[in-house]
């Protein structure tokens, strides 16, 4: 088992920046690929970024692409969404997800655990 728990969301102008933390607790986040995953109101969940065990993979959707970046501090247990160049539409609830497969293979249909999620609103 493990708990996640998302927290840095909040209200910014377009053309600014956040970065989300996601906390681990329970079982070693090492041992999980991690990713983050939004949800706009009236919309699916959808894929944003997923991170290997190791850190060293990386992979984003094509609409976060050079904006935002995924990474992880195993020591400290916590895996980090750094959000620059903000659009109106990254408006959307950010959740955290761990999985024991492969950060490439990660869905929110076969993510094993799930953060609670963080508001990001960005203002025009």
């Known amino acids: 088992q493990v708990q996640l728990v998302e927290s840095g969301g909040g209200l910014v102008q377009a053309g600014g920046s956040l970065r989300l933390s996601c906390a681990a607790s329970?079982?070693?986040?090492?041992?999980?690929?991690m990713g983050w995953f939004r949800q706009a109101p009236g919309k699916e969940r959808e894929f944003v970024a997923a991170?290997?065990?190791?850190?060293?993979?990386?992979y984003y959707a094509d609409s976060v692409k050079g904006r935002l970046t995924i990474s992880r501090a195993n020591a400290k247990n916590t895996v980090y969404l750094e959000m620059n160049s903000l659009k109106p539409e990254d408006t959307a609830v950010y959740h955290c997800?761990?999985?024991?497969?492969?950060?490439?293979?990660?869905?929110?249909?076969?993510?094993?655990?799930w953060g609670q999620g963080t508001q990001v609103t960005v203002s025009s």
């Open positions: 329970g079982r070693t986040s090492s041992m999980y690929a």
């Open positions: 997800a761990a999985t024991t497969g492969p950060a490439v293979l990660l869905t929110s249909r076969n993510a094993d655990y």
């Open positions: 991170i290997s065990r190791s850190g060293s993979s990386t």
